[in-house]
């Protein structure tokens, strides 16, 4: 089968031809239509977690993916052949990931069917990116009134965020430069701030000067450097996704800080799946590639904009 793989952490990506895997006891193999690019791709490629789990190579690259279900093994309930699914891939263990013709899960692992309604790109887009916002937005426990800013609103994440946050009734700030901003609002944000000139701390504290109860910081990647924190209220809540708050600091500042490591749950998904099908969640498709644009893709993605979701249609 095609995939994009990579010989060695750090290594260029590189289309290659491999041996499809095979669906052991309790797995699918998946015929993928489509995979989605998250910035956690080439973070794994380069080894963001070599430090806990074996890694095989070459690897493929890649979480999320959408497909048809071309094979199951012996015991499989859940799902039948011919059964449209989608989810996440990654098995680096196993050098498998989404960047290929097949991949396999585990039955009960963060896979589910997804409505016909729903275009596979959509579908190959969600799993990774708004399930962390659905997990962001369930654990600050935004709730109607809630004031939450979202730094890196733009992006899949943010864009996710935006709108069940805005779901929720919150009043929702986005920052955005601004060719994003009317789409931003056009999600539910009820403000947005450019971040390429604007100061955000302190255009936030102009609108709310009392301070607002929850940071959503998707940007802000040194542990412990948070200058965000400096538009909450006492008791206001800042999450990062990238590992910045430092919990104890924070506290002791009267801020509860938290840093999410997101997992997603099958339940989750076929919730997600629902949401977007019921045009509750719009995704913004920024690039459709074709997987020998991949590596290139890869490069350009790691350094410029992303103003939405980049799919891959195998
Ligand atoms: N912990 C977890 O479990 C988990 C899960 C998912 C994602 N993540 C991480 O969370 C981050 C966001 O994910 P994503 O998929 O949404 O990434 P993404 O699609 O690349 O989006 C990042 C967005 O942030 C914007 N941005 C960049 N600099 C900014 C700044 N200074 N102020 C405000 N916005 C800024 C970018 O805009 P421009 O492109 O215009 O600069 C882009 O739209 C990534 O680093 C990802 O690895 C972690």
Avoid: C
């Avoid at 450097?225 to 430092?246: E, F, K, M, N």
């Amino acid at each position: 089968m095609r995939a994009v793989a990579v010989r060695d952490f750090g290594a260029e990506p590189e289309l290659m031809e491999l041996p499809a895997p095979e669906a052991g006891p309790g797995e699918i193999l998946v015929r993928l239509r489509v995979a989605g690019i998250n910035p956690f791709d080439w973070k794994a490629a380069d080894g963001a977690m070599r430090d806990s789990v074996d890694h095989h190579f070459p690897m493929i690259m890649g979480s999320d993916g959408a497909g048809v279900v071309e094979r199951v093994g012996a015991g499989v309930s859940r799902f039948k052949v011919g059964d449209a699914v989608y989810g996440q891939f990654m098995r680096v263990q196993q050098g498998l990931g989404s960047y290929a013709d097949y991949a396999v899960a585990d039955e009960h692992g963060p896979v589910a069917k997804f409505p016909e309604g729903l275009p596979y790109t959509w579908a190959a887009a969600l799993p990774t990116a708004s399930s962390t916002a659905y997990n962001l937005v369930e654990t600050t426990k935004i709730e109607p009134g809630t004031v939450v800013l979202i730094n890196g609103a733009t992006g899949g994440v943010g864009q996710s965020a935006v709108q069940l946050a805005a779901n929720k009734g919150a009043h929702v700030i986005a920052t955005a430069d601004p060719d994003m901003s009317d789409y931003m609002l056009e999600l539910g944000a009820t403000e947005t701030i450019d971040f390429t000139r604007d100061s955000v701390i302190q255009d936030v504290l102009e609108s709310h000067p009392g301070g607002i109860d929850v940071v959503i910081d998707l940007v802000t990647h040194t542990r412990g450097d948070t200058p965000l924190v400096a538009v909450l209220r006492r008791g206001g809540i800042y999450i990062s996704t990238l590992g910045a708050a430092d919990p104890d600091a924070l506290a002791a500042i009267d801020i509860q800080g938290a840093n999410l490591y997101n997992r997603a749950t099958p339940e989750l998904l076929a919730l997600l799946a629902e949401l977007a099908d019921g045009g509750r969640l719009k995704v913004h498709i920024d690039h459709e590639i074709r997987l020998d644009d991949a590596p290139a893709t890869i490069t350009t993605l790691r350094t410029t904009h992303s103003n939405g979701k980049t799919v891959i249609i195998l």
